[in-house]
Structure formats: C-alpha cells, structure tokens
C-alpha cells in the first residue's frame, strides 16, 4: 500500500501528537511521585516547549493559511484546521498549566520557597528593593512612549515586557508606554534576609515606574509578552555564496518576523489589549494583518513560567532529584592506558549520562589531540555547549599541526548565533571549517580520528546519537560506539569528504546515510522481517526514537503488522502511527518514556530471522530525517555489545513509572499513575544498561536478545 493511499483515518496529526507529547511533561509537574523542586522544572520545560512550537511550526500554519497553501499531511487536516484544533487543545493546556503553578507555590511555601508580591514586603524589605532598583535596574531601563512623535517600539521574540497607562494631569490625556523586562538581569529578585524568597523583577519595575515616568500618574501597568515567527528562511533548492553571511543575516531579519502569540495579563482591560492589537497588526509583514484577539493568551499574573527554571533555590537537595555519578565503562576505567589500545582490543559502546562522557567522548578527542601518532581529526558539530573540552582539543590539535576539520551546521534551530560564533573561533586557531549545505541540514554525530600505527593507517570513529556537548550529555540519554571497523572507518571517511569537499558519493559500505538512502533502507530492513514472520522464522522489530512521522515508514509498518511481526516503538515525542487497530496494527505497541532524562538515543533492532541486528544513530524516523539532513546510523557488528542493547530495550519496553501507551484513538495512557513504580531510569543510574529481570515482568521482554 502507497503512503499516499492510505486511508487518513490511520495517520495521527502531527502537530497534535506534539501537544499530546508536551502534555506529558506537564503532567510530571503535576504528579505527586516527582521531587518538588524538579516539578517545578517540568512546568518550565513545558513553557518553553511550547514557546518554540509557536515561534515555528504555528508560524508556519499560519503563513501557509495565508499564503492559500492547502497541502495536508497523511491525516489529512488542512492548515487552517490544524491551527483550529491547536487552538482547541491550548485552552485546556493553559488552564492545566496555571493551575499546576497555583498547586505548586503552596507547597513550595512549606519548605521556605516563595515567590513574593511587591505588596507582601515589609517597609524594611521595600526599601532594601527600591535600593536594589536605583542602583541595578534604573539604569537598564528605556521608557517608550507611543503618540505621534513616538512610533510604536520593535518588541523582540519572548521578551516581556510592560503596557504601562500613563495620565498627564496638565493635559489629561492618557498615553501608553513600553517598558521592557531586560533580559539581562535575574527574573528573581531575592528579599533581603529571607531565604529563597523573591519577587518577579517586573513587580520591582511596576512598582518603581513613577521614576521613570516623572511628573506623571501612573494608571496602571500589565505585563505582555511576544511570540514571532523565527525559523530560517533560505529558499528551497538555492545554494548562496557565502552561507555563513546568510545565516548571519537570517539570524538578524528574524527579529523582526511576524506576531503569532501575544500572552498578556488576565486582567489586562480591553482597550489596552485592543490598542496592541491595533500596532502590532500594522507591521510591515504581510502576515501580521492576520493576527486577532483569539492570538491573545491571558495566562495569569505571572507570564513566562520558563524561567522558573532560573530561580536560585539553595539548601533543598530533599527536594531535587539525588545526584548521579556517572560510571566509566570498565574498558575505559585505567586512565593509564591508551584509549587507542582500548578500542582496537574491541568496539566499546556508551550510555549517557548513565556513562561518563567526558571519561569517554572527550577523553577519546583530547588524547587525540595529544598524541604524535595521530594525523588528522574530524567532527560535526551539530550543538556544542560552548567553550568545552572538546573545542579546546580540536584547538590544541590544530596548533599542534595536525590536520583538523570541523563540519559546524549554522542551522541548528536556536543555537545559529552560537554556532557562528564557535565556527569562527575554530576557524582563528587554523581549524578547517565547512558549513555544510544550505538546503541539508548536517545531524549526523560522527568524529573520525586517523591514526598512523605500526601496520598501517587506522580510522578510529565514534558515531552516536548525541551532539558534542557536555551539558546535554548530563541530561539526555543517549547512545554512543567507539570503533576502528575498517568498514565503518572508511564509510565515515567518505561521509565527511563529501561534507568538507565536493562528492557524489552514493554507495556506502556499512552506514545508512540520509538523504542518500536511509528510508529506503530503514523499508527494507522492515519488509525482510515481514518475509521472516510469513515464512515463520523469528521476526521482531523494536525501534526507539524521539519522534515517528514518515508516512511511508508507517505504512511499513502497518504492512509488517499484518505479515504478523511484533513491533515495539518506543517513541518520546511525536508518533503519527496509530497501534492496535484490529487486521492493521493489532501487532504494534507504541510506548513513550518521559521522566528525569530526555530520551534521545535511537535504537533499532530486527530479529532478522535468528541472526539478530541492532543499530544506533541519530536520525528519527521523520520526512525532514530522511529528506532534508545529513544523518548517519551504524549497525553493531560486535555481536557481544548485542546483550547491553537487549537488556536496555527490554528495561525500557518494561518501565511501570515513566511509561505512557498509546492506543487506536491517539489518547495516551499512563502505564500505573498511582503506584510509587520504578522507572527506567531509576534502574539506569544503578546499571547503565538496566536489569529488566528486576523490572515488571511482560511478554513485551520476549525475544529481544540474540
């Protein structure tokens, strides 16, 4: 069966699988079994989730409802209804979310953290704030009045700002003024002597606006934030001169894209949110006349709960999650040893963060960089948190005369500046750096490292499914393979030559490659399982990812389902294929994990008939995966790392804390909402690659090893 055939009724939208993703992070702000203090972090992550999904995919319905674009995806929902059911879906999000908040602070009051009201300070501790304003905060501060002589103010992307009333008592008449809430100083502004305790800085703003506003009455002030569409726009298909100056300005013109969210204050008046309404739909943009009062969110007196994230709580471990220390491979535990010798005795596969990454990833990069043997390194450099040990070895290597190339993607969604401006560091200390294509995106998670030893030139890689970054390598679990396969060595060799070079590579030897031919492949491996049930020999698919969507992998599955394979996904986010539909889908199970870790290692493993395959890599089953990046996914060939990936998917398919299941209709379920459980990752701090014998016993675990 075409994709393209297939009845929409067995595709789920994909834009509302994300909101149904989302709402089970929400959900573990609101679940009792969580530590107060990281509830509190899940509600942030739910808000600026939710801040990208509007700046993005929103703006992106929008601008095709504008542009008359009808294309609908697999299920079948026009843009216009998408936008309809997003909005549908929002008002009982919203609602959940304030309502979590107001949960929250009372409890969070109980362990001597709270979050103050300017009128809830002491004359003491008012006068200690207005201090801390003069000197901190005045200073900061552009008051911007709008009248004729005073055009309405750029108001940037999520910013907050303030709609202050402001009455001239010479003249009587009213005028409306912007005071934004800078960026650049704390959220949270501690009390004097009192201990976790704060106010938001808008409420030391609003409360000091007579100083900026001298002579005048205040009337009142009300908080208001922006959302604007801010994805790159580089025309399909085009190649520009110089991709970095065009990425550059891109990063620049998005300041200034169209309004598609504006969250005021509940109790905002009428007229004021009219007169917002009024400006902002006077921008130049062509898409601004589209936005209405149902584009105003009014969310509460407290707006952006992503940066509850930054309050600075001290002295409550109760109330966190307890520390981890990440384990060191027992290959990899004597610091005295070559971590070449290492890998050539045999492949070593990683976990992280339940494995250390700077014992492992960085410490295979900086012996690299010092050690004479070594000719030339290269990596791709999706994300990178900044001046880490990895950018100082790529550095150090290079001064050291050893030939490095770094492949740095400039258009890694909200870390374009950062990116330019590490591509540019690299690029002073004599790295070689390409930006790979305008049109693809490079996510593949590769390091080649060329070695000259005594028989010979040897390629030494790590391929993965995480970026080079130590800061998310803390809280995302993910998947790493240190080998010198010939096979695999070379295949990297050539992925990178077309990458730095110009190649029409098409053929290689090991890796699946996107956009060469990892669909096709990724079907195929699915068919020949299909052949091994109708032909009765083992067949199992299990496949773990952040999000399934490509229409064509579905039908595959479904096709698979039918054949009579059992297929377990276990899929975070985004999952667009619905199970358990009778004589379509009754084989297929779809499991998403959410807890402490974002899971975010891919895993696919085929029964293949007895002779089990397991690959790792970084490319969900997405069309934008297959079609529109650079992503890479090896097979394991050292069939005694098989046993770690077995018990890992079998630990993972038998979660009874962190699971949510998902049925026929598209709902989720969470697998046992009301008992204590033990979650994967529970298990995963203790043994990185889990004990599934001490999990929930199930059939799910059936078949998964060799």
Same mark, same amino acid.
């Not at 834009?15 to 089970?24: D, G």
């Not at 697999?74 to 929002?90: K, L, N, V």
């Not at 606006?209 to 298909?237: C, H, N, Q, V």
């Given at each position: 069966?075409?994709?393209?055939?297939?009845?929409?009724?067995?595709?789920?939208?994909?834009?509302?699988?994300?909101?149904?993703?989302?709402?089970?992070?929400?959900?573990?702000?609101?679940?009792?079994?969580?530590?107060?203090?990281?509830?509190?972090?899940?509600?942030?992550?739910?808000?600026?989730?939710?801040?990208?999904?509007?700046?993005?995919?929103?703006?992106?319905?929008?601008?095709?409802?504008?542009?008359?674009?009808?294309?609908?995806?697999?299920?079948?929902?026009?843009?216009?209804?998408?936008?309809?059911?997003?909005?549908?879906?929002?008002?009982?999000?919203?609602?959940?979310?304030?309502?979590?908040?107001?949960?929250?602070?009372?409890?969070?009051?109980?362990?001597?953290?709270?979050?103050?009201?300017?009128?809830?300070?002491?004359?003491?501790?008012?006068?200690?704030?207005?201090?801390?304003?003069?000197?901190?905060?005045?200073?900061?501060?552009?008051?911007?009045?709008?009248?004729?002589?005073?055009?309405?103010?750029?108001?940037?992307?999520?910013?907050?700002?303030?709609?202050?009333?402001?009455?001239?008592?010479?003249?009587?008449?009213?005028?409306?003024?912007?005071?934004?809430?800078?960026?650049?100083?704390?959220?949270?502004?501690?009390?004097?002597?009192?201990?976790?305790?704060?106010?938001?800085?808008?409420?030391?703003?609003?409360?000091?606006?007579?100083?900026?506003?001298?002579?005048?009455?205040?009337?009142?002030?009300?908080?208001?934030?922006?959302?604007?569409?801010?994805?790159?726009?580089?025309?399909?298909?085009?190649?520009?001169?110089?991709?970095? /100056?065009?990425? *550059?300005?891109? $990063?620049?013109?998005?300041?200034? &894209?169209?309004? !598609?969210? @504006?969250? =005021?204050?509940?109790?905002?008046?009428?007229?004021?949110?009219?007169?917002?309404?009024?400006?902002?739909?006077?921008?130049?943009?062509?898409?601004?006349?589209?936005?209405?009062?149902?584009?105003?969110?009014?969310?509460?007196?407290?707006?952006?709960?992503?940066?509850?994230?930054?309050?600075?709580?001290?002295?409550?471990?109760?109330?966190?999650?307890?520390?981890?220390?990440?384990?060191?491979?027992?290959?990899?535990?004597?610091?005295?040893?070559?971590?070449?010798?290492?890998?050539?005795?045999?492949?070593?596969?990683?976990?992280?963060?339940?494995?250390?990454?700077?014992?492992?990833?960085?410490?295979?990069?900086?012996?690299?960089?010092?050690?004479?043997?070594?000719?030339?390194?290269?990596?791709?450099?999706?994300?990178?948190?900044?001046?880490? /040990?990895?950018? *100082?070895?790529? $550095?150090?290597?290079?001064?050291? &005369?050893?030939? !490095?190339? @770094?492949? =740095?993607?400039?258009?890694?969604?909200?870390?374009?500046?950062?990116?330019?401006?590490?591509?540019?560091?690299?690029?002073?200390?004599?790295?070689?750096?390409?930006?790979?294509?305008?049109?693809?995106?490079?996510?593949?998670?590769?390091?080649?490292?060329?070695?000259?030893?005594?028989?010979?030139?040897?390629?030494?890689?790590?391929?993965?499914?995480?970026?080079?970054?130590?800061?998310?390598?803390?809280?995302?679990?993910?998947?790493?393979?240190?080998?010198?396969?010939?096979?695999?060595?070379?295949?990297?060799?050539?992925?990178?030559?077309?990458?730095?070079?110009?190649?029409?590579?098409?053929?290689?030897?090991?890796?699946?490659?996107?956009?060469?031919?990892?669909?096709?492949?990724?079907?195929?491996?699915?068919?020949?399982?299909?052949?091994? /049930?109708?032909?009765?020999?083992?067949?199992?698919?299990?496949?773990?990812?952040?999000?399934?969507?490509?229409?064509?992998?579905?039908?595959?599955?479904?096709?698979?389902?039918?054949?009579?394979?059992?297929?377990?996904?276990?899929?975070?986010?985004?999952?667009?294929?619905?199970?358990?539909?009778?004589?379509?889908?009754?084989?297929?199970?779809?499991?998403?994990?959410?807890?402490?870790?974002?899971?975010?290692?891919?895993?696919?493993?085929?029964?293949?008939?007895?002779?089990?395959?397991?690959?790792?890599?970084?490319?969900?089953?997405?069309?934008?995966?297959?079609?529109?990046?650079?992503?890479?996914?090896?097979?394991?060939?050292?069939?005694?790392?098989?046993?770690?990936?077995?018990?890992?998917?079998?630990?993972?398919?038998?979660?009874?804390?962190?699971?949510?299941?998902?049925?026929?209709?598209?709902?989720?379920?969470?697998?046992?909402?009301?008992?204590?459980?033990?979650?994967?990752?529970?298990?995963?701090?203790?043994?990185?690659?889990?004990?599934?014998?001490?999990?929930?016993?199930?059939?799910?675990?059936?078949?998964?090893?060799?």
């Amino acid at each position: 069966m075409e994709s393209s055939q297939a009845p929409r009724d067995l595709f789920i939208n994909r834009e509302l699988s994300w909101l149904a993703f989302n709402a089970r992070v929400l959900h573990e702000a609101l679940d009792w079994r969580v530590p107060l203090l990281e509830r509190l972090k899940f509600l942030a992550i739910f808000s600026s989730n939710l801040d990208e999904f509007y700046t993005v995919r929103v703006a992106g319905l929008r601008r095709q409802v504008a542009a008359n674009v009808e294309k609908r995806p697999p299920d079948g929902m026009s843009p216009a209804e998408q936008i309809a059911a997003i909005e549908r879906t929002m008002q009982g999000l919203t609602e959940l979310a304030r309502g979590c908040l107001d949960d929250l602070l009372p409890r969070l009051a109980s362990h001597g953290v709270r979050l103050l009201g300017i009128d809830e300070l002491s004359p003491a501790e008012w006068e200690a704030i207005d201090e801390y304003f003069e000197a901190q905060v005045f200073p900061v501060l552009t008051p911007l009045a709008v009248d004729p002589g005073h055009p309405f103010p750029y108001i940037s992307n999520l910013s907050l700002s303030l709609a202050v009333q402001v009455h001239d008592p010479e003249t009587a008449v009213m005028h409306f003024a912007r005071v934004k809430v800078p960026k650049s100083l704390p959220r949270w502004v501690a009390v004097p002597g009192r201990a976790n305790h704060f106010v938001p800085l808008e409420q030391v703003i609003g409360a000091n606006l007579g100083a900026l506003f001298p002579g005048m009455e205040i009337k009142g002030w009300f908080a208001f934030r922006l959302t604007r569409y801010s994805d790159l726009e580089i025309p399909d298909g085009e190649e520009p001169e110089d991709l970095l /100056a065009t990425i *550059e300005l891109q $990063v620049f013109k998005r300041r200034f &894209g169209e309004v !598609v969210r @504006v969250e =005021v204050q509940h109790d905002m008046p009428e007229e004021l949110q009219a007169l917002l309404l009024e400006e902002l739909r006077d921008e130049e943009n062509p898409e601004a006349t589209m936005l209405s009062d149902r584009d105003f969110h009014r969310v509460g007196t407290l707006l952006d709960f992503g940066d509850l994230m930054t309050l600075p709580i001290v002295d409550l471990p109760d109330l966190r999650y307890p520390p981890v220390t990440p384990h060191v491979p027992p290959s990899l535990q004597d610091a005295g040893r070559n971590i070449f010798d290492v890998i050539r005795e045999g492949d070593v596969l990683l976990h992280h963060p339940f494995e250390s990454f700077s014992g492992t990833v960085e410490r295979f990069l900086e012996t690299a960089a010092e050690d004479e043997h070594v000719l030339a390194i290269k990596l791709a450099l999706y994300r990178t948190s900044g001046d880490t /040990a990895i950018v *100082e070895a790529l $550095v150090d290597a290079a001064q050291r &005369g050893k030939q !490095v190339a @770094v492949l =740095v993607e400039l258009k890694a969604r909200g870390d374009e500046a950062n990116n330019i401006q590490w591509a540019r560091k690299l690029e002073s200390f004599g790295v070689h750096v390409a930006y790979g294509s305008a049109i693809l995106k490079t996510h593949a998670k590769t390091a080649l490292v060329v070695r000259r030893e005594a028989d010979g030139i040897r390629r030494y890689v790590h391929i993965g499914s995480g970026n080079y970054n130590s800061k998310t390598a803390k809280v995302y679990t993910d998947l790493g393979l240190l080998t010198c396969s010939p096979s695999i060595g070379a295949d990297v060799s050539d992925l990178f030559n077309s990458l730095t070079g110009i190649s029409r590579q098409r053929v290689f030897r090991k890796l699946l490659v996107a956009p060469l031919s990892l669909r096709d492949r990724i079907i195929a491996l699915i068919a020949r399982e299909a052949d091994h /049930a109708r032909h009765g020999r083992p067949a199992r698919i299990i496949a773990k990812m952040n999000a399934l969507v490509d229409a064509d992998v579905i039908v595959a599955l479904y096709e698979a389902s039918q054949a009579g394979v059992d297929v377990d996904l276990i899929v975070r986010g985004i999952c667009c294929l619905r199970p358990g539909i009778p004589g379509i889908s009754d084989r297929i199970r779809v499991v998403s994990l959410i807890g402490r870790f974002l899971e975010h290692s891919r895993i696919v493993h085929f029964a293949n008939g007895g002779e089990p395959e397991y690959y790792i890599g970084s490319a969900d089953w997405m069309p934008r995966n297959f079609d529109r990046r650079v992503e890479a996914v090896a097979p394991l060939e050292d069939r005694q790392l098989h046993a770690k990936l077995a018990s890992l998917l079998a630990t993972c398919l038998a979660d009874d804390r962190q699971a949510w299941d998902l049925d026929a209709s598209g709902s989720w379920r969470q697998r046992r909402p009301d008992e204590e459980g033990r979650g994967v990752h529970d298990i995963l701090v203790r043994d990185p690659w889990g004990r599934p014998d001490s999990a929930r016993p199930s059939r799910e675990m059936e078949a998964v090893g060799d």
